[in-house]
């Protein structure tokens, strides 16, 4: 109720000085630490960001969420016809949320409001759709000399542009993150409440999980693809798939039985690639015509973190509709005509559309216009911890530097004041009153 107590002080963030990034309202250029990049907004992906670059250096000509779908996992019932595509035929742009201070974005906060085109072909204006602000990211490097007792180091911050969309009963908030070492970072969080259906109180299911004594929980997947149009300081791109590898045990190049290396790949042709848990395999986004200070061709590395293995089969219904979610990240050259990932027409697709019959033309990617369209998402066992509404679960990918750069980036940042940290000390603290945790109710929770 509204007298329960949690014993939570207020964080307070503020920027008495303003923010660090300009906006152009009227072009929607933003500028912000080394990077700029242009923000735009659609019906259908919802926020896309255009020509980014970091110091001036191109590195993505356009980036979207392009299209999401969630096959869920019983065959019970009309259950195996749910595999929504919410990008594709809902549109997450025309169900972006007007965002709230303090509770959707916290801090020195600026917004852009979204204008959509209706069915009827009115102009739909959605106020503050799309939120900008700084976020502190903790350390950005430091290093203590033994020899010398000397530290230094340097605090973080982020760029963060971010919007949210409800789906019917699931909420997606989209964050891209601009990072002061130049990574660039896709963030999604799924919350909102569950889809959940009648069950007996209490009873086994095989295909979820009893969230509530009779209301089950079916066990599905949210799958996400975004596409990345590459600028790697140009648009002549290359892919090299890298793996590390073992030397064979006892063999004159591994002796003491400790020798591994990598192994690096390009990439000719489009296609589907898969990851490799036991070659840690990572893929490289390079420019063979730009060369780093160690005369290597400059880079940025993408890693799979949130890839999900797809349940479906490749015949069934879900399967049909959404091969591409059969690999985590696929290669194609540019083509004006291919921006979604199961086709252009989502609405009783038959999946004859979409990155595999693009990937089937086979053509060269190497020193090319290329797009790479990264899946990633959330392998969802429901617990009983997301009844009612579920807390937020995570899921992106994040695209580094691997070369780009001849040195970290970053060592130049300013020193941080310590004007605006408190030290606490025990007269102020909560222990002193003899409680050592949350409260709630003016009852202690830990003893």
Known sequence: GENETYGFKPIIIQQPQGVSFCLNRE??????????????????????????????????????????????GTPEYGHYRKNVF???????????????????????????????????GDLVTIQNAICI?????????????????????????????????????????????FHVDGT???????????????????SEQKYGAEVSPGVLGHIHQHIFCARLDLAIDGDSNSVVQIDTLQEPAASPQNPWGNAYYHNESLLEFEQ??????SSMRYW???????????????????????????????????GRRAAFTMHPLWI??????????????????????GLAAYVAKKRPIVNKDIVAWINFGVHHIPRPEDFPVQPCISTGFKLMPSGFFDRNPCLDLPKTSASTS??????????????????????????
């Open 422 to 447: 408190t030290l606490i000390t025990s007269s102020s603290s909560c222990c002193t009153n003899g409680t050592n945790g949350i409260t709630k109710n003016g009852t202690t929770s830990h003893e």
């Open 272 to 277: 589907g690639c898969d990851e490799n848990l």
């Open 86 to 120: 919410d990008i594709g035929e809902y549109g997450l742009g025309k169900l972006a949320n007007s965002l709230k201070l303090a509770c959707d974005c916290l801090g020195s906060i600026e917004y852009l409001d979204a204008h959509i085109v209706a069915r009827n």
């Open 184 to 202: 660039f970072e896709c963030e999604v969080k799924a919350t909102g409440i569950i889809n959940t259906t009648a069950c007996i109180p209490y």
């Open 332 to 353: 194609t050259p540019y083509d004006k005509t291919e921006y979604y990932p199961a086709g252009d027409f989502m609405n009783h697709s038959d999946g004859s559309s």
């Open 284 to 318: 490289k986004f390079i420019n063979s015509n730009k060369r780093n200070a160690v005369d290597k061709p400059t880079a940025y590395k993408l890693e799979p973190t949130s890839t999900v293995t797809p349940m479906v089969q490749p015949f069934s219904l879900s």
């Open 133 to 177: 602000h700084e976020e502190d990211n903790g350390l950005a490097w430091k290093h203590y000399d033994f020899r010398t007792e000397r530290t230094d180091s340097r605090r973080a911050r982020k760029l963060v542009i971010s919007f949210i969309a409800t789906v019917g009963n699931y909420d997606y908030a989209l964050y891209y993150y």
């Open 27 to 72: 072009t929607h250029e933003i500028n912000w630490f080394q990077w700029s990049m242009i923000i735009g907004f659609n019906a259908r992906e919802g926020l896309t960001l255009h020509d980014i670059k970091f110091a001036g250096r191109p590195l993505l000509y356009r980036v979207s969420l392009a299209e999401m779908v969630v096959p869920y």
